[in-house]
């Protein structure tokens, strides 16, 4: 498949899979693909993709996930970049034309169609009617000591059948736990309240790299992190957050959906001018 990559979450530690990322991103007729798992650090360097890059990998349905968008890599580290589609410095005007073919401004019509059976839909272009605020709260500050064990025993399983694209990564070190929660609180055009927690991996680079400016500083780090997705982003950005659903709670959950990445160009001050013959 050809995807235009558009998200990757924060990583996280599995138990079966070691430390993952959620990969996301759609196809060029508009379809949402979830790339799942991929162990994006052990990729090499050199290899990794970015947001708004290209890729062709092969991928097979996942068959023990049930969401129509979710698919597993054959080989996690055979894949192409065979393009990147730039900004514009400004209104995104290309990347508008992919992202935004079907665009929800109603929390509860989508939450619907991921309940139905025949859609199950578990991501999602989202336009906020209003953003109200952003709020941080302290939350675990370890991994599992058990997921630990075995992420570590596992890696010293593998240095022992490193393949040929992995003989100069560096050695492996599990990426520290987030020890805070972000979240928006947003309104829907129905003017209903919703707050859902964010799972980007920017905004845990951004926190690490503010802690690592304010001398680690927890407080100072957060109230940056703030700053940068309230004061900037959601009040200077036309907006749009990129929600995704957990397989584990997308059919119990009141609401099932976090928010996994964000689009943000500039917005359109005034319509294009149209010349006719």
């Known amino acids: 498949m050809k995807i235009l990559v558009l998200v990757k979450t924060y990583p996280a530690i599995s138990k079966k899979y070691g430390e993952i990322v959620c990969t996301a991103g759609i196809t060029e007729d508009g379809k949402w693909i979830r790339i799942y798992p991929i162990p994006f650090r052990k990729i090499n360097y050199r290899k990794r993709f970015k947001k708004y890059d290209w890729i062709e990998i092969e991928l097979t349905k996942n068959k023990k996930d049930f969401r129509p968008e979710s698919y597993r890599p054959i080989d996690y580290q055979n894949f ?11 209104t995104w005007k290309e990347r508008r ?10 929390m509860s019509a989508l939450i619907d169609d991921a309940r139905d059976k025949q859609k199950s839909t578990s991501l999602a272009i989202f336009k906020p009617h209003s953003i109200l605020g952003f709020s941080f709260e302290p939350t675990e500050r370890e991994w599992s000591a058990e997921k630990l064990q075995s992420l570590e025993n596992s890696y010293a399983q593998g240095r022992l059948f490193k393949t040929e694209d992995e003989e100069d990564i560096e050695p492996f070190e599990v990426v520290d736990k987030l020890p805070y ?19 980007d991996w920017e905004i845990g680079m951004l926190y690490w790299n503010c802690l690592k400016k304010h001398k680690g500083d927890e407080e100072k780090a957060c109230e940056d992190v703030k700053k940068k997705y309230f004061e900037n982003f959601a009040k200077t950005k036309d907006y749009y957050f990129i929600l995704g659903t957990t397989l584990k709670h997308h059919k119990t959950a009141k609401n099932p959906f976090i928010i ?3 689009f943000r160009p500039k917005p359109i001050e005034q319509p294009e001018l149209f010349s006719f013959l």
Not at 97 to 106: A, G, P, Q, R, W
Not at 185 to 191: M, P, V
């Open 80 to 90: 192409r970049i065979v393009g990147n589609l730039p900004s514009d410095k400004g």
């Open 97 to 106: 034309k992919f992202v935004l073919k079907n665009i929800y401004t109603d």
């Open 181 to 199: 929660k972000f979240k928006f609180e947003f309104t829907d055009e129905k003017q209903k309240k919703f707050s859902l927690m964010i799972e």
């Open 260 to 262: 996994i990445g964000d």
